[in-house]
């Protein structure tokens, strides 16, 4: 079945630190990517998306390009900021699934140093 | 702007007792979902519904139920609280038109069961 594989955490970075956080992909079909957020004691938000290959999603200084030949949707950021620390979920929608259901990965923890 | 709210943020009830979570969004969503987080599992999905009164299990529904009798609220029922069920849950909801949609997620009932 479908499956999504994220770096596991906790990533601990300086502030203006790159960021990278790994994420591929497993479908049998042609899935909607995505990156959601989850700051502290709050629900998740779409960070951003990207719907087919070669699509890059961005929002807040984040990046993602939809890489369909190495089935990756990798997470950028050039500078972090203490406010981006919060746990980061890729996760996928096959344009094949009822209800448009999201697979998640187990999510990363990403801790930013002052 | 957009919501989904939840009944409660924080839970407490007693092994055996029956636990109703509510949700309620406000976006005229067709899809709604029921999802519990615990640290290192990432989401898992309970239960869905893609319409009023039609439901489906996700991938953990055991010794859970849902209802789903107005379009904007979605119920999730534990018959009978066991400790295994403390847990945060998450509600979620998007649009049935189309494929690949983003889900608008509330802030999360963290459940503690004695």
């Known amino acids: 079945g479908d499956s999504v594989t994220q770096m596991e955490g906790p990533v601990t970075l300086s502030e203006e630190a790159f960021l990278t956080i790994n994420c591929t992909y497993t479908?049998?079909?042609?899935?909607?990517l995505f990156w959601y957020v989850q700051y502290p004691g709050e629900g998740l938000q779409l960070l951003l998306k990207?719907?087919?290959?070669?699509d890059k999603g961005s929002n807040k200084g984040f990046e993602a390009t939809y890489r369909k030949e190495t089935t990756s949707f990798h997470l950028e950021k050039g500078s972090v900021q203490v406010s981006d620390s919060a746990v980061y979920f890729c996760?996928?929608?096959?344009?094949?699934?009822?209800?448009?259901?999201?697979?998640f990965g187990s999510g990363t923890r990403l801790s930013i140093r002052p | 702007d957009v919501k989904v709210t939840q009944s409660s943020r924080y839970l407490v009830k007693r092994t055996g007792e029956k636990v109703f979570l509510e949700c309620v969004q406000d976006?005229?969503?067709?899809?709604m979902f029921w999802y519990r987080q615990d640290p290192g599992l990432g989401l898992r999905l309970i239960y869905f519904?893609?319409?009023?009164?039609?439901?489906e299990k996700g991938d953990i529904p055991e010794g859970y139920s849902v209802s789903r009798e107005k379009k904007e609220r979605f119920s999730l029922i534990l018959e009978s609280a066991s400790t295994n069920q403390t847990s945060m849950y998450l509600c979620?909801?998007?649009?049935?038109?189309?494929?690949?949609?983003?889900?608008?997620f509330g802030p999360g009932t963290r459940l503690t069961v004695l």
């Open positions: 979620a909801s998007s649009t049935g038109q189309g494929w690949g949609n983003e889900q608008f």
């Open positions: 976006m005229d969503h067709e899809n």
């Open positions: 996760a996928l929608s096959d344009a094949y699934s009822s209800a448009s259901k999201i697979i």
């Open positions: 990207a719907t087919k290959a070669d």
């Open positions: 479908a049998t079909g042609y899935p909607s």
């Open positions: 519904s893609y319409d009023v009164k039609m439901k």
